[in-house]
């Protein structure tokens, strides 16, 4: 997908520069900002189109080798913390993975223009998103917030579909679903104690118990083979796993196909 010949423009502008306003009401720590690719050759059709109401320019557009081409805007961001709307708002008109931290040495060095290393790209987003938040927030820390900010100390027990979750009360999907013979189902407890998994038809009747007794805290797993309680296969059909814990209850479809 190269340009058409002579349109030596547009080939510049695969790498566009990404300026402060002057006054930003953010960003008083930035990083020289790049964005590529948003012309030729592949463009990335999305674009701030212009201020309204109280909307003000927080960023602008400079063609990396010519900063005198300058176009508004990059970034609209809106400011209406007064009663009733108590809001902030960015709008970027850039995407984030595109984002890049400018190198030093261009123009001095053309090979440089809008580097592509994931460590330049990870930083530039980094300063985005943090200096956005900052300003809608209206925080000039955000660790007073809470926020986790050493990946090795965030907690990853958030329950997910497919089990990873230990604490939590929880019924997964079964997998495979649709299934013909027989699916696995998976749930997790917040504690130990009594618990059932039974499986009902379409009209709400039991059709086979799974689980029926005293189970350990953490992750489990059982299949059901497709049979009811007398050990017959069941026929097609819709049926419902539920998971009860004390006064707790959850149920999923699934669907037996043959």
Known sequence: ??????????????????????????????????????????????????????????????????????????????????????????????????????????????????????ASRVTATYYEIRNALKWVLNVSNLGTLGLCQVPQNCSNSVPTDNGGAALVNRLYQNSPNPFNPRTMIKFSLAQGGPAQLIIYDVNGRRVKTLVNGSQVAGPHEVVWDGTNDSGQQVASGIYWSKLTVNDWSSNRKMVVLK
């Open 1 to 118: 997908m190269n340009c058409p010949p002579g349109e030596g423009t547009n080939d510049q502008n695969f790498c566009v520069r990404v300026n402060q306003i002057a006054g930003s009401p953010f960003g008083s720590d930035v990083v020289p900002t790049d964005v590529f690719g948003n012309w030729c050759p592949p463009k990335i059709p999305f674009a701030v189109l212009g201020t309204t109401g109280t909307g003000v320019g927080n960023k602008n557009w400079v063609m990396a080798n010519n900063t005198s081409v300058v176009t508004q805007y990059a970034q609209i961001i809106n400011d209406k913390r007064t009663a009733p709307e108590s809001y902030r708002t960015v709008i970027d008109g850039f995407s984030y993975h595109l984002l890049t931290a400018r190198d030093a040495n261009f123009p001095n060095d053309p090979v440089l223009e809008c580097p592509q290393d994931s």
